[in-house]
């Protein structure tokens, strides 16, 4: 395990997360992460660490309200979010990790369009990184 270090275009909200330096994200199809570009490297809470920018959050919810989509108020980058599915987790956006230390990432689609009928079971007891 390494630290990574990411955050938002302009600077303002900052983290860190602890992972492998071979990294798994999901491309999800569904509404908000097909419009948002976001890939998600999904992790366990206590590997990841808010830096900075805090007070500098917005959050946005949807549809079941379970999903907590946090984004900078300045530049509007959502650099991270607090899924549904992993309700002890954090969903990284792989686009918002500084480069140097990933060394490979795999992109694997993901159906969140039908997400009800998808959504495997026991997947929010695993974490692929």
């Not at 990411?6 to 602890?18: I, K, L, P, T």
């Not at 570009?37 to 660490?49: C, I, N, Q, S, Y």
């Not at 830096?51 to 500098?56: N, P, T």
């Not at 946090?70 to 792989?94: E, L, Q």
Request: hydrophobic share 25%; proline share 5%.
């Amino acid at each position: 395990m390494i630290t990574h270090r990411g955050g938002c275009h302009c600077g303002r909200v900052r983290f860190e997360f602890r992972a492998a330096a071979d990294l798994n994200a999901s491309e999800c199809n569904c509404s908000i992460c097909s419009k948002s570009g976001h890939r998600g490297v999904m992790l366990p809470r206590e590997r990841f660490k808010l830096v900075s920018g805090e007070d500098c959050l917005s959050e946005y919810r949807f549809d079941s309200g379970e999903a907590r989509h946090v984004f900078c108020r300045h530049c509007g980058v959502k650099s991270f979010y607090y899924p549904r599915s992993h309700p002890d987790g954090v969903s990284v956006n792989a686009s918002c990790i500084d480069p140097g230390t990933v060394a490979s990432m795999k992109i694997t689609p993901f159906d969140g369009q039908h997400w009800e009928d998808h959504y495997p079971k026991g997947y929010a007891e695993s974490y692929p990184n």
